[in-house]
């Protein structure tokens, strides 16, 4: 069946870090891949997006890039800020439903 | 205003309780969801309904109701409480299960306390 592994946290890194935060799924076919992030006390909200192999999503300074040979989808920044710490859900979407990951808490140090 | 609102906040409430969470949204989607998140921020997903059908009902015990009376209403009721239903539930929704941008809207959670 579909399902999304990704790194177990918690991930604690001091402020301008690099951060990688790995995720691998399963699934047949072509599923569209999201991070979503929730920050202290809120709901999930998407952070970025890929719908099609090769494809990178992109936003506040995060990447992630679709790889079907690998079938991961990473998330990246260059240089993380207090402001990031959050739990980080990768995810999948095929057909109705939509699987997560169980999530990676961020601790950013400043 | 607020995408998607889901009320209470918080909920306290002792075991053997009835009680239940509304979930509202006011972007047009057509699918909305029920997720419950565990002390370990699992995400787990209840039950999601397509304009007022069920669509998914994952392995839930029957003491939890979905009722959509709208495409924009999604309500979760919840019979006789164990301590066990504590945890954060989230209300979601997104454009339909198939087509649209697939990005899923999350409400802030309702904390639910079972005592």
């Known amino acids: 069946g579909n399902s999304v592994t990704q790194m177990e946290g918690p991930v604690t890194l001091s402020e301008e870090a690099f951060l990688t935060i790995n995720c691998t799924y399963t699934a047949t076919g072509y599923p569209s891949l999201f991070w979503y992030v929730q920050y202290p006390g809120e709901g999930l909200q998407l952070l970025l997006k890929a719908t099609k192999a090769d494809d990178k999503g992109s936003n506040k300074g995060f990447e992630a890039t679709y790889r079907k040979e690998t079938t991961s989808f990473h998330l990246e920044k260059g240089s993380v800020q207090v402001s990031d710490s959050a739990v980080y859900f990768c995810a999948l979407r095929k057909e109705d439903k939509i699987i997560f990951g169980k999530g990676t808490r961020l601790h950013i140090l400043p | 205003d607020t995408a998607v609102s889901q009320t209470p906040k918080y909920l306290v409430t002792q075991m053997g309780n009835d009680k239940s969470i509304k979930c509202e949204q006011n972007l047009g989607h057509d699918t909305m969801y029920w997720y419950k998140q565990d002390s370990k921020k699992f995400l787990k997903i209840m039950f999601s309904?397509?304009?007022?059908?069920?669509?998914i009902n994952e392995t839930v015990p029957n003491r939890f109701s979905p009722k959509s009376p709208d495409k924009a209403h999604l309500n979760l009721h919840i019979n006789s409480l164990e301590l066990g239903d504590s945890a954060v539930y989230f209300c979601?929704?997104?454009?339909?299960?198939?087509?649209?941008?697939?990005?899923?809207?999350f409400g802030a959670g309702t904390r639910l306390s079972v005592l």
């Open positions: 979601a929704s997104s454009q339909g299960p198939r087509g649209g941008d697939n990005i899923q809207y």
């Open positions: 309904y397509n304009n007022k059908e069920l669509i």
